[in-house]
């Protein structure tokens, strides 16, 4: 699937969502507009996941959405090469600067997969001019704000969590040779300023899958990021 979108990008998994679950909450965000969905877990087991992928791809299917919401996994690419032995369509993986290489994940993928990658903190100007990023089909970007939802974002020399400020992501989405989600602590009233950077996209996780009405919730995002574009 490599004719995606970025542009609204949902990540989930089954500690986000306050003990509902998880599959409505996926279903009211791909009905508000949402174009990506991740599902992301450090605590379910494989087969959890790979039984949330196999429903998700379902649901997906169920909606007519298959072709235009891509449907990727954090970190594990066995669990998405299991849910694709099973019959799901999985399209690919998000992977961070301490996962699986990209490159593997292509090989077993395959070329029309989508591999993400999370782009390191520190010097990313030097990262983009120097890499090889020929596997890879997307950059994510973050924190943009300190976020409980992932506690293990990088640190200063200090000890400080680095956030990415509004320069330094107008600055990337001006080097960077692929398109760039943003995202961590993001919130609605974030949207405007990230779309004025000319980066392509947001994620988010709790400002949907932590809301009382995730649906709402999911609708303002896009509404605002759409008329903010
Ligand atoms: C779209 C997107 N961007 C960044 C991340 C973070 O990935 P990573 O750095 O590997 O951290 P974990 O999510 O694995 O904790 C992401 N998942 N998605
Ligand atoms: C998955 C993830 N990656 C991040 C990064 O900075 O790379 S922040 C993050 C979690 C985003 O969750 P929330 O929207 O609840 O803050
Ligand atoms: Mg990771």
Same mark, same amino acid.
């Given at each position: 699937m490599k004719d995606f979108s970025i542009e609204k990008y949902f990540v989930v998994g089954?500690?986000?969502?306050?003990?509902?679950?998880v599959l409505p909450i996926i279903r009211a965000a791909v009905e508000a507009g949402f174009t990506f969905l991740q599902i992301r877990s450090?605590?379910?087991?494989a087969r959890e996941l790979i039984v949330l992928l196999e429903d998700t791809s379902r649901l997906l299917r169920e909606m007519g959405k298959s072709d235009s919401v891509a449907l990727v996994a954090d970190d594990r690419l066995d669990v998405v090469l299991a849910a694709r032995e099973r019959g799901a369509k999985v399209d690919g993986i998000h992977v961070g600067q $301490? @996962? !699986?290489?990209p490159e593997i994940c292509r090989k077993y993928l395959g070329d029309d997969a989508i591999v993400g990658l999370s782009a390191p903190t520190g010097d990313l100007v030097h990262y983009i001019e120097k890499? @090889?990023? $020929?596997? !890879?089909d997307y950059f994510g970007a973050g924190p943009l704000h300190p976020t409980d939802t992932k506690r293990d974002c990088g640190l200063d020399a200090e000890g400080n969590l680095i956030v990415r400020t509004l320069d330094e992501l107008t600055h990337l989405a001006e080097i960077s040779p692929l398109r760039v989600t943003v995202g961590g602590?993001?919130? &609605?009233?974030d949207l405007e300023a990230l779309a004025a950077t000319g980066i392509h996209g947001f994620f988010v996780v $709790?400002?949907? &899958?932590?809301?009382?009405d995730p649906g709402a919730a999911a609708r303002e995002l896009v509404e605002i990021w759409d008329h903010a574009r």
């Open positions: 089954p500690e986000n969502t306050g003990g509902r679950p450090k605590t379910a087991s $301490s @996962d !699986i290489y890499g @090889d990023f $020929s596997q !890879i602590g993001v919130k &609605a009233e $709790s400002a949907v &899958a932590g809301a009382d």
